[in-house]
Structures are given as C-alpha cells and as structure tokens.
C-alpha cells in the first residue's frame, strides 16, 4: 500500500508563512500532487512534482525529495480564504491514473 | 469555469430507493473517469473506475452490485447508489483526467451530497 501521512490539523495567522509536511511510504509513484479542498467541495489542483526540487506558484510552492519519502507544500501571505484541507496526493505509477489521497491537513487561518 | 460537471449537487432519499448521480465531461472527451467518495473528515476513497465502452473497475471492498456505473458515451458517466442504506451516505466525487498527459491533473466535479434517511 502507500500511507500517505499529513498532520490532521494546522492554525496560523493571517499573513503568515505555513508548511505543510506529508510523508509517504510507497514502492513507486510518477508524481506529487497537492490539492486544496473547502468543506462541500470538490478539491482543486495547487501543484505537482515529478522530479525532486521546489516548484513555485505565486503564494504556493510544493517540494519533493523521493529518497527522504518527503513534500511539503509551503504557503506565503496566508490569507483568511486559504482555511481549507490540504490533501497530499499521489499518481501511482500503475497506468490507471488514479489518484491516491492522504488524509489531508484542515489549515485554520486566524485574523 | 467548470470542465466536468456532476449532477446533482444534492439528494436525499429514502432508504431502499435507488439514486443516480451523473458526471460529465465538458468540451472534452473523457475515456476514463473515477468516481471517490469521501465520508465527513476522511480523505477521498477510490471506488471504481469508469471506462468508456466497458465494465468498469471496482476497488476491494466496493461492491459491484451496489453501485452501478455505466459509461455509455465519451461525456458521461453514472454511478446509481441502489438500495440506498442510511451509512451509503457520504460525499460522492468523480474526476476525469482532460488531456492525454498522464501527468496531467484530474478535474473533479463539484460532488454529490447523499443523504440516506
């Protein structure tokens, strides 16, 4: 199997810095998403890592390192709409293309 | 704006009865589609994957029996919930990957909140 472990809950403050740590253990995957999701809705696509290294996406930015079995997703200037789970996620490298999910992390953003 | 949408957003039924929930790919042809579902503060759970023009593929512990999914055409998926039973209710997803990358990542639909009563 592949546990996907991801702390269950995170507060911090409005205009702050946060990061979120997921580790997995798995025989093999192609990729590392991370996936936000408000309470009732669908999640949304945040960013993906394929190779080991820090990729940035404005106020996001995700990490991989393969031989550590480590991501962590890192958000700038929190705002109070980010309070949502985050879901680290990976693409297994099985050719179905499904998605597994980690538990996810509700990130609570105070003023 | 939305590249798969799901129908409907909400439903509530009465146990026994059976439900429907669609899920379509807009301006793109999906071939495969996964339906989730996610139970309150539980991560999304894969239950099958839906393939255009053949059965779909179920994962351990979902019966096949109980949650019916057709895939007739290269827009649309269904899976029908049948013989609903009050713990079948959840939050009940499905994604579609869009381009032909493998890397590429899913887009859901905004989910079906069941309610079994």
């Known amino acids: 199997g592949q546990n996907i472990d991801q702390p269950t809950e995170m507060t911090a403050t409005e205009g702050a810095i946060v990061q979120i740590n997921c580790t997995y253990q798995?025989?093999?995957?192609?990729?590392l998403f991370w996936y936000q999701q408000h309470a009732g809705e669908a999640p949304t696509f945040l960013s993906y890592n394929v190779l080991d290294g820090l990729e940035e996406k404005g106020r996001f930015s995700s990490f991989l390192s393969r031989s550590k079995g480590y991501s962590y997703l890192l958000l700038k200037e929190l705002q109070m709409k980010d309070s949502a789970s985050y879901l680290c996620v990976l693409l297994m490298d099985t050719g179905r293309r499904a998605l597994t999910f980690g538990s996810g992390t509700r990130l609570q953003v105070q003023p | 704006g939305a590249v798969v949408s799901q129908h409907p957003s909400r439903v509530i039924c009465k146990s026994g009865t059976s439900v429907k929930i669609e899920c379509r790919s807009l301006d793109f042809q999906a071939t495969t589609m996964f339906w989730y579902r996610q139970f309150p503060k539980q991560s999304l759970m894969l239950m099958a994957t839906s393939n255009e023009g053949s059965k779909a593929t179920y994962e351990q512990g979902v019966e096949k029996d109980k949650f019916l999914i057709n895939h007739a055409s290269l827009t649309l998926s269904t899976l029908t919930v049948t013989s609903a039973h009050p713990e079948d209710s959840s939050f009940y997803i499905c994604s579609a990957p869009r381009t032909g990358s493998y890397n590429s990542p899913l887009h859901f639909g905004n989910g079906t909140r069941l309610t079994v009563t």
């Open positions: 798995t025989s093999g995957f192609n990729g």
